[in-house]
């Protein structure tokens, strides 16, 4: 046989080099015509710095919840299609419990514990923003995580435990009808109407060093909430005992088992903290939006699979990176496309990484 | 005194009985081998001991406790140490994480322990930061060993630790063994490399089909002739 020499120089290109080089080579193309747009003036600084600003800020919530989406998927094997409705559940839970709070004496209980379902209760009047209303809102995040994680946990005790060594496909089928019952649920109680809850945010002048002018207090509750939220996890991942044992187990499961780690202690906890985040996450983001909508994670959840697929399946570390890929190509890609389109974009990209780098792009290098 | 007794075990996989009628002891401190052709259910025995087969029958006793039924954390606490043939290192952790996981269930991290694991395989001190799955197989069965070890076990069971190695290492894996042994720990050794491990042990059980065969000294199985011929390659 002799068909090995005879295909030439350029036998050993496969597939996947040629759509990588296609890949960088048209990421290349963009970064000069973006140059081109800021130096001819066809693209004002202002306008690209506020780009990446969103693109950091949505990537963190998008990070957020990803972290409990490669968690699980990680520790119980199996891709959660409920999670979306996690992010929704603390959403509606925290603001109902902000509401409750912060609406006291204002409103009526009903327009409150109902989330003004009913039209009353104007967010304004309630004065529900960070500065009229600091307590109230900082009860909701605590309430949108506690909540979420109850939630969570009981869905794992009538549902997924019961499935637990039945594989990945019944699992992953389970969940997906545990989000729609979740979602349906939720609309039950607070019906399918989009409607805003937060009243617009305080924007005091930003100090000099910063490169806008002022600073929306909203947007900056999220980064801080998540910043300190992600670098919380990191701890407890790479220094605990609960960390380690969390890193063990997804690395492999049946070793955990007999090296005395207790499994099921594990998974709790994986709940507990994944589903924690997920709450938080979906609280956060009508924080920023200041509008809620039952559909809020369902939306979100594809966003969040690209960004932990992107990332490596599985990876903490390789989420957190995918959700500031796809947070940023969202919004830089506003740049050329108009913005109902610019979702495309993101998963475009995902589907050329994968073919260019099927594992993600921090496939085979396993953090957690 | 038998440390662990295996009686009449039955045990399998699902619907599909392996073991029948399993027989085995270990005394305190002994050096037991268990060798016989691929598929005879070798590893299967340990497996069962750990339980993570499918009970069908029979006893586990170990320092006169029925471990039967129990969890792998609770036969861990009773003093079993276990190395698995395959992916028995964490490969994210570090080498040291690696370690401390193998004492999870005690509160603390034992120190002095990890002291005289890292004086008996310097390697892993050295690679001590590393991440476990970097290194080689030889460095990864060690620190597998050395995960199990950090329980101080009265019983160690490995399986098939020399699998995989490259020949000139598999000596010094025996030898390891032997000074494992040599400090009072009892060995539970399931090996392919029957002949050597024969050698090494002080008794040996040769297991066919899930059956009891032999059972006798190492020399003994040695110099047998019909184990020689069918089980040793002459």
Redesign the interface.
Known sequence: MSTGSGQGRFSNVTAQDVVGGLLLLGIAVLILDLIRLVVTGGLPLGRLWAYVWNGIVDSLYIGLAAIGLSMTYSILRFANFSHGDLVTTGAFSGWTAAYLVGGLGVAELSSRLLLRADGGAQPGSVGMDVLSAPLAIVVGLIVAAIITIGVALAIDRLVYKRLRDAGGIPLLIASVGVALALRYLIAFFYTTETRGVVASAPQPEAPGFLPMETINLHEATLVISALTLILGIHLLLQYT?LG??M??M???K?????????TERVIFATWVIGSGLAGVAGYLIVLDRGQITINLGWFLLLLIFAAVILGGIGSIYGALAGSLVIGLTINLSLVWIPADMNEIAAFTLMILVLIFKPDGLFGGV??? | MALLEVADLDAGYGDLQILEGVDLIVDDGEYVTIVGPNGAGKSTVMKSI?G?TAYMGGAVEFDDEGIHGYR??DI??TGIG?V?QN???????SVK?NL???A??LDEVPEDRMRRIYDRFPILEERKSQKAGTMSGGQQQMLAMG?ALM?EPDLLMLDEPSAGLAPDLVDDMFDRIDEINDDGTAILLVEQNAKEALRRCDRGYVLVQGQNRYEDSGDALLADDQVRQDFLGG
Request: hydrophobic share 35%; charged share 30%.
């Open positions: 005992k380690k044992s890193r063990a997804s690395d492999n049946d070793l955990a088992l007999i090296t005395g780690i207790p396993e953090t957690a | 750990f993570l792998p954390e861990i606490r276990y698995p992916d028995n290192v964490f490969p994210s952790l994480e401390e996981m193998g999870y269930i995960r329980l």
